[in-house]
């Protein structure tokens, strides 16, 4: 199956700090999300971004499927932020591929 | 417009029982899929259910089932418990399903312990 590689796997910022979570994927891609996931487990919709750049508030999202790459952006960063961040591919099935996850603390 | 919903939030079983789960999709949303997610193999897909019908499965054993009913709920079953099944499971419902895929909007989850 498809392999959906995220980095880095653990980060520590301090508040108001700047941060780019990567995801790498080893096959051509129908669609990408990402994800936080909150301290309960419940997974919040960030971006749906099969290509090209979007943004909401502080936090930007960019995918070039043609090199199967997606950048997370996280501009002044808080300690909300803090949490897993997944992407998430789908192929020609309707159904997710998750990354392993990149696990942010920010600290005040 | 209400989200995804699932009960029970949290459940304890024993070795060898069975357990049933349920998740109520976002209204209008006829596609629900179903994901374990543990600390050893991370978010796994398992099945996808979209107007009743199974349309893809995970590589999970035959003991994971589910099915779904006309009102786009559905309901997961797990037979025969193993410590391994210790999980949180996540459904997730999107709008559409097939030649074009949907954004996926995920529950709280149900944390399934096993003992």
């Known amino acids: 199956g498809i392999q959906v590689e995220q980095s880095p796997p653990d980060l520590i910022l301090q508040e108001g700090a700047n941060s780019t979570l990567r995801c790498n994927f080893s096959d051509s891609v129908n669609n990408l999300q990402w994800f936080h996931q909150n301290p309960w487990g419940q997974l919040i919709n960030l971006f749906y971004?099969?290509?090209g750049t979007k943004q909401n508030g502080r936090l930007s999202a960019t995918t070039v499927a043609t090199e199967r790459y997606s950048l997370l952006y996280i501009s002044s960063s808080q300690t909300t932020d803090s949490g897993v961040y997944f992407c998430a591919v789908l192929t020609g099935a309707n159904n997710l591929f998750f990354g392993t996850g990149t696990r942010l603390t920010v600290i005040p | 417009k209400a989200g995804v919903t699932q009960t029970p939030r949290y459940l304890i079983k024993t070795r060898g029982q069975q357990v049933t789960l349920s998740c109520s999709p976002i209204?209008?949303?006829?596609?629900v899929s179903w994901y374990q997610q543990t600390p050893g193999q991370g978010l796994q897909f398992l099945f996808e259910?979209?107007?009743?019908?199974?349309?893809n499965k995970g590589n999970f054993p035959g003991r994971f089932s589910g099915r779904q009913f006309s009102n786009s709920r559905s309901e997961m079953n797990v037979s025969t418990l193993e410590l391994g099944d210790s999980a949180l499971y996540l459904c997730?419902?999107?709008?559409?399903?097939?030649?074009?895929?949907?954004?996926?909007?995920f529950g709280p989850g149900t944390r399934l312990t096993v003992l």
């Open positions: 209204s209008g949303h006829r596609s």
């Open positions: 259910y979209f107007s009743e019908t199974q349309r």
């Open positions: 971004i099969p290509s």
């Open positions: 997730a419902s999107s709008l559409i399903s097939g030649a074009t895929l949907g954004e996926q909007f």
